[in-house]
């Protein structure tokens, strides 16, 4: 059994109990109400009405139906919803009619009164009771009563016997034609409950998952500077930051952004509102939702700095259309400033502040991507003497001679391209620049200028490729033409200064 048939159950039972209870509580005051057949009966006696009834008949009358109904106001007292007070219930009301009919008052339909009250109680195991109490009844009245009636009928029935078969074949028969019809009704009314409870346990679940919904509604509300429930059901916007929640209707033909996002593109930057626009076209929307959670993008708000807006699906057909998304927008500046950050720190070499080896590789893969430019130049530089440096001046002299390379390196290409420091003492530079030679000899004019604390000077081997000389080819060859002019230019300084390369 799963969930919401344990609920069913429980909330069934729970309406029985509480039914059993009510009607209960009225069939009391039913048999309270039946003190008075006693004194209506006299009444009738007196009238001339019932002339075969005595005024003692009367007496009792009243005296067993307060007897019977001070019982039942007991049980109602001590069990309101138990079993036992509804049998009672019935028992009584059987037993007064028996008493009636025994004393001779002309019952008819009144038998049949019982079972059909029984029905008020929901549960047919009571029906079956009062039906088969009200039948043993009837036929003990009809047998007590046969040898009184039979005789005021003698040209009728020969004898009691005679009667007793007669009125008890048109109670049975009755009896039957009720019983079927009570058991219908009883069916139909059951029914009709257990339906309204399931329609009830729906409606819970249905409010319980709109609950739910709307109260993740109400905490992306105070998260997002805006969220917008759009329903493409009623083709209506509602603002859910608004106090009033107002709905406003969208023209699916003619309007192409909603309110809320006509309000934000005043403040995108103006470079990104065509895209904005795009993002936010409430026509094409839908269906670049469809089947997906979400869909989001980042802008530029003028004043505030980069905002997410997304568009996120709330309900949807079986066939992941959406049927109810929710727009929202949030202020993402800090967090964008923060990813920069890291992505910074990730492509920065920590000794020199220039670009490391792995931003260099994810710029040679974008170049890999396209044609390369008529003026892109790819620059490789070393620092000459570094390991005698090292051996003989420490490693911090050779840190310095290092720092002061991408000094000179970082001054001398400014916003021209990127420097990157590639390994030790190895750097690579991209730009896009017309005059690359006047570029080497801005370098080794930087250097002859730089002046350290452990280092008097400092000498860099500087190569390069232009691609206007090497047209048609790839980046990698630019790279390793660089590098071949690079080590070129290595062993020309070290043999001006007679230096064998292999000792250094």
Known sequence: MNISDENFNTDYEDFLTKNRIKINKYLNRVLWFFVLTGPAIAAGIKGGIFVDISYMTCVWISVVVIVLSSIHFLLYKLFPSKIITCIFALTALN????????????????????????????????????????????????????????????????????????????????????????????????????????????????????????????????????????????NTEMSLRDSEQKKHGIDMYNQ????????????????????????????????????????????????????????????????????????????????????????????????????????????????????????????SVDVNGLKTVNDTKGHAAGDELIKGAADCLALSVGKKGKVYRTGGDEFMAILHIDDPENLRASIIDKTKEWHGVYCEEISLSVGYAAYKDKPGSTVDELERIADADMYKEKAKYYKERGIERRKD
Not at 344 to 372: A, H, P, Q, V, W
């Open 256 to 379: 192409t952004h909603t309110i809320m996002a006509q309000k934000i593109k005043n403040q995108v930057m103006p470079d990104q509102v065509d895209r904005f626009l795009d993002f936010t076209n409430i026509k094409t929307v839908r269906s670049r939702l469809s089947g997906k959670k979400l869909i989001s993008a980042d802008f530029i708000d003028v004043v505030s700095g980069w905002f997410r807006a997304q568009y996120i699906t709330v309900d949807s057909t079986v066939d992941g259309i959406p049927n109810i998304i929710i727009y929202t927008t949030r202020n993402v500046d800090e967090e964008k400033r923060r990813e920069e950050h890291l992505i910074r720190i990730s492509m920065t070499d920590e000794m020199t502040r220039l670009f490391n080896r792995r931003c260099y590789d994810e710029d040679l893969k974008e170049f890999r991507k396209g044609e390369l430019s008529e003026n892109l130049v790819i620059f």
């Open 95 to 234: 037993v007064l009619i028996l008493y009636m009919k025994c004393a001779h008052v002309s019952i008819y339909l009144t038998w049949f009164l019982v079972p059909l009250l029984s029905l008020l109680f929901c549960e047919k195991y009571l029906y079956f009771y009062a039906a088969a109490l009200n039948y043993v009844l009837m036929l003990i009245g009809s047998w007590v009563v046969s040898p009184y009636e039979a005789s005021f009928r003698s040209n009728q029935y020969d004898s009691a016997l005679s009667y007793f078969f007669d009125e008890i074949g048109g109670f049975t028969i009755e009896s039957i034609i009720m019983f079927v019809s009570g058991f219908i009704i009883g069916k139909l009314i059951l029914d009709y409950f257990k339906n309204l409870f399931i329609q009830y346990e729906k409606i819970k679940v249905q409010e319980k998952d709109v609950e739910e919904k709307m109260g993740i509604l109400d905490s992306m509300a105070e998260i997002y500077d805006n969220v917008n429930l759009i329903n493409f059901m009623d």
